[in-house]
């Protein structure tokens, strides 16, 4: 049996902790009305350990780079896909316009991400013939665009692959425009990639590449982008020895927006 002043010095000890503000590494548990104050001292540390890590500018350019590269169904890889959707729309869509598109033609997308571009390209596909094709290897970007396009898709008229750049399950020439935006920067090997696409155009396609140069290089400079990829001089390397000609770069103003447009014409 506990005294009295026993009684009270534990009460007013739990009040204490109870009304503490929450101590890291302390965890309280509360079971069948009795609470008790558990030390949780391993996972503080990683916690803390985490919270280091994470916390460092590079660690947070490594990790944006990762979600923009490929995209995750995570908190992050949701965040990403709403910048890109907020801040490509206008890229998108005028890189869908600068491409000649044709309402007969079958028309690429590569890293279509949230599926802006495909939906504006959709629009122009008005001819029976007209086919619209969008890949891209993050399955979360392949859900979303799928949900997006989910009548084309299922009428016929757009197809989505979950796949990689480089091992794309497309016939030999059959498409007549290629289109991407903020793609090529996390492939690691250029000149497969441009083969790639050489291989799957029909001689005289066209290919349009769309970006904004100098966030692009911003992002670089702070190590958002692996390597030297970025660089629009390695890509158009890549395409030109990959059998592209008039491979040029060119300034754009379109609607409200200025961005760099690379062009590539599949000979073959
Ligand atoms: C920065 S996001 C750009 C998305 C969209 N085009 C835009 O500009 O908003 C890059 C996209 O390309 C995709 N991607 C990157 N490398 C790829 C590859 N080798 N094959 C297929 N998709 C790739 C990523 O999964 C991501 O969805």
Redesign the pocket.
Known sequence: MTDCSTQSRARLLQQKVLQAPPLTGLKENQTKGKTSVEFTGADWLQDKTRRRRTSSPAMFAEKLGKQ????TRSVAGWLVSKL?TV??RA??ESVVQISGIQPEDTVLE?????G??LQSAAKLLTAPTGHLIG????AY?HQMASELMKELVTSGKVTLHH????AMPLVDSTVDRVF????YY??PDLKK?ATEIHRVMKPGGLMVTGMKLSSVAAFAAKRVMPGENWRPDAYMTALSDSGFTDVRMEDKQHTHITFQAIYATASK
């Open positions: 923009l590269g490929h995209p890109l801040r490509n890229l998108e590569l890293g279509h991400g949230p802006l571009g890949l891209d290897y993050s970007m796949c990689d750049v480089a991407h935006c903020n793609c996390f492939w990639g």
